[in-house]
């Protein structure tokens, strides 16, 4: 059990709806990372948040968007969902110092299906 | 453009033999390079992290090699048992950034 915690573990949706994934990081982690594993397109990074703000970006679309929470969860919102946004959403956290001292503690995911 | 390359084909390795995968890298200057498992259906779980200036780093049968000059580093399991089957996959991160990127993994098939 890596201490960060996702949810929901499923979510079967249509095509247009939206859809909120939440994530607990570890306690006393202060960022917290997203990211979308598809089948042919790998782990892609989508976005960071450091204690409330935005730290780097990725390639997330504008129908995506995340934040932070002061108490250090995030939501990831997903909008106008399309066919190709079935995929695994990891959210990750790592310890206040940063990547460059250690690892990313991933959660179990959220797969989306969009239908 | 940058990116991050790791076999794609899965590695078929007899029990106790040495499994190493490989990732290449362009268009990076990466202050450090890590190491991640990921079992079917589950979240990544880090392994080994080496910087830039490092040459080697071992953990237990795991050992990790950095070579800037060739953009390349290698991945090794010693006495690999079919517990080790599972993807792996390496990262990348630059100096003044958190954000690590992925390379798409390779699968490994530990067979006995």
């Known amino acids: 059990d890596s201490g960060v915690t996702q949810t929901p573990k499923h979510l079967i949706t249509a095509t247009g709806q939206r859809v909120t994934l939440r994530c607990s990081p570890r306690?006393?982690?202060?960022?917290v990372y997203w990211y979308q594993q598809s089948l042919d397109q790998g782990l892609q990074f989508l976005i960071q948040y450091y204690n409330g703000e935005e730290r780097a970006k990725g390639n997330i679309l504008e129908r995506f968007s995340a934040q932070q929470f002061p108490d250090l969860h995030s939501e990831l919102n997903l909008s106008s969902l399309e066919l190709g946004d079935s995929a695994l959403y990891f959210c990750a956290s790592s310890t206040p110092k940063g990547i460059n001292t250690g690892e990313l503690f991933f959660g179990e995911g959220s797969r989306l299906t969009v239908l | 453009s940058q990116k991050i390359e790791q076999n794609s084909e899965a590695l078929n390795i007899q029990e106790g033999k040495t499994a190493t995968l490989t990732c290449n890298y362009t268009?990076?200057?990466?202050?450090?390079l890590q190491w991640y498992r990921q079992d079917p259906g589950r979240g990544p779980v880090f392994l080994l992290l080496?910087?830039?200036?490092?040459k080697e780093k071992r953990k237990e049968r795991l050992k990790v090699t950095f070579d800037t000059t060739l953009k390349q580093s290698l991945f090794h399991i010693t006495a690999s048992q079919p517990a080790d089957s599972a993807t792996y996959l390496c990262a990348l991160a630059s100096y003044n950034t958190d954000k690590l990127i992925f390379g798409t993994g390779t699968r490994l098939q530990v067979f006995p």
């Open positions: 268009n990076y200057s990466p202050a450090y």
């Open positions: 306690s006393g982690d202060l960022s």
């Open positions: 080496i910087r830039e200036n490092e």
